[in-house]
């Protein structure tokens, strides 16, 4: 559905695409303020967040945003190689919807995913994968997670797999803040009842297993011999605070999971356009209702706009997206009918990207 959105804007004739061209290098922004009446900046959040943890740069951690973009077929990633034929057990840190889809592929039967438009490179491997166990951790409890109940429930429902939960993380997170967060909250609560609803014993005979634990903080990644990650060292951690602002506080208890592979999804981060300068405390583009501000004051940079990631931070989906950008396109219309944006700027727009390789829609 999304494709077919993009084709219907794509092949209006009042449209025009201009693929493999890389503003900062190829061209500044300041060319398009030059040469545009409005410029849209929506480039979203094109690195990782870092744990910062001691060993995270070796061999098996990765961040969770290259192994989505392998499986989808990135151009920029068709020679990565996770060698998952070497690989028994996984640690996922993090529990956000991209964590859940990570779990999912990496579980999910490889003839169910010949069916969809996964990458045929991926699906070869995950054939050959002898992957048999997922641990999909966070530091705070089950009340905080960040996944949605959707995803959750058909993680739960993977055949010939058994999702575990452990009794006492449970416990320890539903603490008497835990219980207010989730009071007048229908959605949270029902994503806390398939939680906690989930196999708590530990016992399967199924071949594969997946475990959602909670209240657990990584202080340090393992190599082996080879320089191969072997395991993760975890701080086992507290809930303390009132509701809605609770903080996971460690108590000096720690835990070792051994994995051979380590996706961390911490999130996903903004980095700077030249000539653009990001807020540091929300690495996101200052802004009012979409209309970009230089730096933190109020004051506009004229005709430069801005809409999603970029906007607002990595959170969300499309769904949330939609709205976000609505609110941009409304500033940008308001912006043209009270006379604030010229009609045309520069009639030979077409000189900027005369001498570049530029690919169009067809």
Same mark, same amino acid.
């Given at each position: 559905n999304v494709m077919k959105t993009f084709q219907e804007i794509m092949r209006n004739e009042k449209v025009t695409f201009r693929g493999n061209v890389c503003v900062g290098r190829d061209i500044q922004v300041s060319d398009l303020l030059?040469?545009?009446?409005?410029? /849209? %900046?929506? /480039?979203?959040?094109?690195?990782?967040?870092? %744990?910062?943890?001691?060993?995270?740069?070796? @061999?098996? =951690?990765?961040?969770?945003? @290259? $192994?989505?973009? #392998?499986?989808?077929?990135?151009p920029d990633f068709a020679n990565y190689d996770f060698q998952l034929e070497d690989v028994n057990d996984v640690v996922i840190i993090g529990q956000g919807n991209v964590a859940l +889809?990570?779990?999912?592929? %990496?579980?999910?039967?490889?003839? =169910? &995913? *010949? @069916?969809?438009?996964?990458?045929?490179?991926?699906?070869?491997?995950?054939? !050959?994968?002898?992957?048999?166990?997922v641990s999909i951790i966070g530091r705070r409890s089950h009340v905080q997670i960040a996944c949605k109940i959707k995803e959750t429930r058909e993680l739960s429902r993977l055949p010939g797999v058994v999702t575990h939960v452990s009794k006492d993380e449970l416990k320890s997170g539903m603490t008497s803040a835990s219980e207010e967060e989730i009071k007048n909250d229908r959605p949270r609560r029902r994503l806390t009842d398939l939680i906690t609803g989930l196999n708590i014993s530990g016992e399967t005979e199924e071949a594969k297993a997946m475990s959602l634990r909670f %209240?657990?903080?990584?202080?340090? $990644?393992?190599?082996?011999?080879?320089?191969?990650c072997k395991s993760v060292c975890f701080d086992r951690n507290i809930l303390q605070g009132p509701p809605f602002s609770q903080r996971a506080v460690g108590t000096g208890e720690k835990l070792r999971i051994p994995c051979q592979l380590v996706l961390v999804a911490a999130g996903y981060k903004c980095e700077s356009l030249p000539g653009v300068e990001l807020d540091p405390s929300t690495n996101t583009l200052s802004h009012i209702q979409g209309r970009v501000t230089r730096g933190q004051s109020s004051d506009l940079e004229p005709h430069l706009y801005?809409?999603? #990631?970029?906007?607002?931070?990595?959170?969300?989906?499309?769904?949330?997206?939609?709205? *976000?950008?609505?609110? @941009?396109?409304? !500033?940008? &219309?308001? *912006?043209?009918? +009270?006379?604030?944006l010229e009609s045309s700027k520069n009639a030979e727009v077409e000189n900027l990207f005369s001498s570049l390789n530029v690919v169009s829609w067809d």
């Amino acid at each position: 559905n999304v494709m077919k959105t993009f084709q219907e804007i794509m092949r209006n004739e009042k449209v025009t695409f201009r693929g493999n061209v890389c503003v900062g290098r190829d061209i500044q922004v300041s060319d398009l303020l030059d040469s545009y009446s409005a410029v /849209v %900046l929506a /480039v979203g959040a094109s690195s990782d967040n870092k %744990l910062g943890v001691p060993g995270e740069e070796i @061999t098996g =951690v990765v961040s969770a945003r @290259t $192994f989505v973009n #392998w499986y989808n077929g990135h151009p920029d990633f068709a020679n990565y190689d996770f060698q998952l034929e070497d690989v028994n057990d996984v640690v996922i840190i993090g529990q956000g919807n991209v964590a859940l +889809d990570c779990a999912r592929i %990496l579980m999910k039967d490889p003839d =169910v &995913l *010949d @069916t969809t438009d996964i990458s045929r490179k991926a699906l070869n491997a995950l054939r !050959s994968s002898r992957v048999r166990s997922v641990s999909i951790i966070g530091r705070r409890s089950h009340v905080q997670i960040a996944c949605k109940i959707k995803e959750t429930r058909e993680l739960s429902r993977l055949p010939g797999v058994v999702t575990h939960v452990s009794k006492d993380e449970l416990k320890s997170g539903m603490t008497s803040a835990s219980e207010e967060e989730i009071k007048n909250d229908r959605p949270r609560r029902r994503l806390t009842d398939l939680i906690t609803g989930l196999n708590i014993s530990g016992e399967t005979e199924e071949a594969k297993a997946m475990s959602l634990r909670f %209240l657990l903080t990584p202080t340090r $990644f393992e190599a082996s011999a080879t320089g191969r990650c072997k395991s993760v060292c975890f701080d086992r951690n507290i809930l303390q605070g009132p509701p809605f602002s609770q903080r996971a506080v460690g108590t000096g208890e720690k835990l070792r999971i051994p994995c051979q592979l380590v996706l961390v999804a911490a999130g996903y981060k903004c980095e700077s356009l030249p000539g653009v300068e990001l807020d540091p405390s929300t690495n996101t583009l200052s802004h009012i209702q979409g209309r970009v501000t230089r730096g933190q004051s109020s004051d506009l940079e004229p005709h430069l706009y801005v809409t999603g #990631w970029y906007k607002r931070g990595a959170q969300g989906i499309i769904g949330t997206n939609i709205p *976000d950008a609505k609110q @941009t396109a409304d !500033s940008i &219309l308001t *912006d043209y009918r +009270d006379g604030n944006l010229e009609s045309s700027k520069n009639a030979e727009v077409e000189n900027l990207f005369s001498s570049l390789n530029v690919v169009s829609w067809d």
